[in-house]
């Protein structure tokens, strides 16, 4: 089967969000990875968070035999995120998010490199959704940016504002509660994707804000 065919098999099988097939396909394909990370350039957003997570499904698989193939692709992730790789992937952040949620051994390696991405174009809403991914399976890693995150809820992007709300909501501890209530006033929309449903949904600040301090 040709890569183009392959390729669509796999994005076959992301609409249907079937990533225990994906998984089960892996196992007699080796080229499972690099087709999921072409599919992160896919024109449909659900599709590239989709493909994230069964790629870091797929490389937790991997990484039970060897963690070299699993570092070499993450070296690859960081690459695509620099100018000069001439290829930017906007989803490369989400996609070393699930790749370090599924393999946390790698977090002390990998989790220093995206820190700085936090304030990097078109980077930052990307990079904060992945501080709250990786911070499921690792709490401790990611203390160090709560200073940065508190101080972007004053970002003129809304994006940058709600995400950094749910990283910090991920990360736990004591929050400022005056900060917090003044976001739930804060009616700017943004996409978020949700792990639970695999859909993306709009939703405002403020909302983020509200369940935050209900918590």
Same mark, same amino acid.
Request: aromatic content about 8%.
């Given at each position: 089967?040709?890569?183009?065919?392959?390729?669509? %098999?796999?994005?076959?099988?992301?609409?249907?969000?079937?990533?225990?097939?994906?998984?089960?396909?892996?196992?007699?394909?080796?080229?499972?990875?690099?087709?999921?990370?072409?599919? %992160?350039?896919?024109?449909?957003?659900?599709?590239?968070?989709?493909?994230?997570?069964?790629?870091?499904?797929?490389?937790?698989?991997?990484? =039970?035999?060897?963690?070299?193939?699993?570092?070499?692709?993450?070296?690859?992730?960081?690459?695509?995120?620099? =100018?000069?790789?001439?290829?930017?992937?906007?989803?490369?952040?989400?996609? !070393?998010?699930?790749?370090?949620?599924?393999?946390? !051994? %790698?977090? &002390?390696?990998?989790?220093? %490199?995206?820190?700085?991405?936090?304030?990097?174009?078109?980077?930052?809403?990307?990079?904060?959704?992945?501080?709250?991914?990786?911070?499921?399976?690792?709490?401790? !890693?990611?203390?160090?940016?709560?200073?940065?995150?508190?101080?972007?809820? =004053?970002?003129?992007?809304?994006?940058?504002?709600?995400?950094?709300?749910?990283?910090?909501?991920?990360?736990?501890?004591?929050?400022?509660?005056?900060?917090?209530?003044?976001?739930?006033?804060?009616?700017?929309?943004?996409?978020?994707?949700?792990?639970?449903?695999?859909?993306?949904?709009?939703?405002?600040?403020?909302?983020?804000?509200?369940?935050?301090?209900? &918590?």
């Amino acid at each position: 089967m040709a890569f183009r065919q392959k390729k669509a %098999l796999l994005r076959e099988k992301l609409v249907k969000r079937a990533v225990d097939e994906i998984v089960e396909w892996a196992k007699s394909n080796r080229a499972t990875s690099r087709i999921l990370m072409s599919l %992160l350039f896919d024109r449909d957003k659900v599709i590239c968070f989709r493909a994230s997570e069964a790629l870091g499904k797929v490389v937790a698989m991997e990484a =039970d035999k060897d963690l070299e193939p699993v570092r070499d692709l993450l070296r690859r992730l960081f690459w695509m995120m620099n =100018d000069e790789s001439g290829n930017t992937c906007w989803y490369a952040p989400e996609a !070393i998010g699930e790749i370090l949620y599924n393999v946390p !051994i %790698l977090c &002390k390696e990998f989790c220093g %490199l995206l820190k700085p991405f936090l304030a990097e174009e078109p980077f930052e809403k990307g990079t904060r959704i992945a501080v709250s991914r990786i911070t499921c399976a690792n709490r401790e !890693i990611f203390g160090d940016v709560r200073v940065k995150l508190l101080q972007s809820l =004053d970002n003129c992007d809304s994006n940058i504002r709600g995400a950094s709300l749910i990283a910090l909501g991920a990360l736990g501890g004591e929050l400022p509660h005056d900060e917090i209530m003044r976001l739930v006033e804060d009616q700017s929309n943004l996409e978020i994707y949700d792990y639970a449903s695999g859909e993306i949904y709009i939703t405002t600040v403020g909302n983020i804000a509200s369940k935050l301090l209900e &918590k």
